[in-house]
């Protein structure tokens, strides 16, 4: 009998979803792998067994999710680890981009995450165990990049209610993580995968330099290899005391403590003005 743990993965046919699925198989893991076409997914990963159960999935629809959560429950009798990593990249400045171009990658990106989640947590609050990772992105914690703030806004979005979600599933013995990954040399900046702007303005040549410098230069070249991030996302479900904040690769780190050191300064700077708002007895 395979005692091995349950994965829930969405986003599995690409990417790093899809290196982690086969990771996991080839370990013997248990995955549930999840994709809008299920097709894709047995083309990557291969025929359905005992082990591997492929799911079609409409991340933005309630109720679909919840069948597929069900469906991987029934298959293997339990979930262990959920792992919210579909999303795509919505590049435009925030004048440029419609509002069906903004809702589109909320719904998928944090609101896909948000029904995932809903349906997931009855079973884990009742096992009293598991282990919920959430997707985010270096993009989740600093936001400076002309061009990006859509996409950075629904990966801040994500790291809101995953601290929340840490706090509310600790008393179920549930662990929650979040992961701020850098840049994997994934398909995530090839084209079908990341959305340009359907209308642009002329004017934003610094937002058009940052969409090239992705699409042209940083696409093929990311510094990260997704085979060692699979590893690492098994070495944090097998911890005993997982972080809830946790920085993948070198560039998140160093982007990261340059947001940290730009607020520290900004608060030293500012505090007495910053304090000085107080009732004064």
Known sequence: MNTKKVWFITGASKGLGLTLTKKLLNQGFNVAATSRSKKSLIQEVGEENENFLALEMDLTNNENVKKAIEAANAHFGKIDVVVNNAGYSQIGTLEELSADEVENNFKVNVFGSLNVIR???P???KQQSGHIFNISSIGGYTGNFAGFGIYCSTKFAVAGFTEALAEEMKPFGVHTTLVYPG??????LSEGSVQTPAYEIEDYKSAREMEQAHLDDINGNQPNDPE???DVFISL???ENPPVHFFMGEDAYHYANLKIETVKEAMAENKVLGTSTGFKN
């Not at 840049?183 to 995530?188: D, H, K, L, M, S």
């Open 123 to 125: 079973y884990l609050r």
């Open 237 to 239: 479900s097998e911890q």
């Open 119 to 121: 349906n997931a947590a």
């Open 228 to 230: 060692k991030a699979a």
């Open 183 to 188: 840049y994997f040399r994934t398909n995530f």
